[in-house]
C-alpha cells in the first residue's frame, strides 16, 4: 500500500491543478474561502501521501511537486491575509 501512495499524491496534485484551472480560469470567478479550502485540503492531503509513501525516485518527485505547490499556496494566503490587513500594496 506504501509503495503506490506517490502516485495518489501526484494525482491529488493533479487534481488540485484541475480545481484551480475551473475555479479561476474557466468560470473567471475568484477564489472563495471554500475553494480556498478545497485547494488548501487538496494541496495538504498530496504533501502528507508523498511523505508517508515509500523511497524511491517518484516518492522524490512527488515531495519536490508538492512542496513547491505548497508554498506557492502560502504565499497566496499570506499576500490575501496582508491584503485584508494593510490594504492593497501599489497603491
Known sequence: MRKNLA???????VASIVVF???VWLLNLVLGPLSFLLLGSLLLGSFITALKS????LK???????????????????????????????T
Open 54 to 57: 515509500e523511497k524511491g525516485f
Open 7 to 13: 502516485l495518489v499524491s501526484l494525482l491529488l496534485i
Open 60 to 90: 522524490i518527485i512527488a515531495l519536490i511537486i508538492s512542496s513547491i505547490a505548497m508554498v506557492f499556496f502560502m504565499c497566496i494566503v499570506m499576500y490575501i491575509v496582508l491584503m485584508i490587513f494593510f490594504g492593497n500594496f501599489g
Open 21 to 23: 484551472l475551473v475555479y
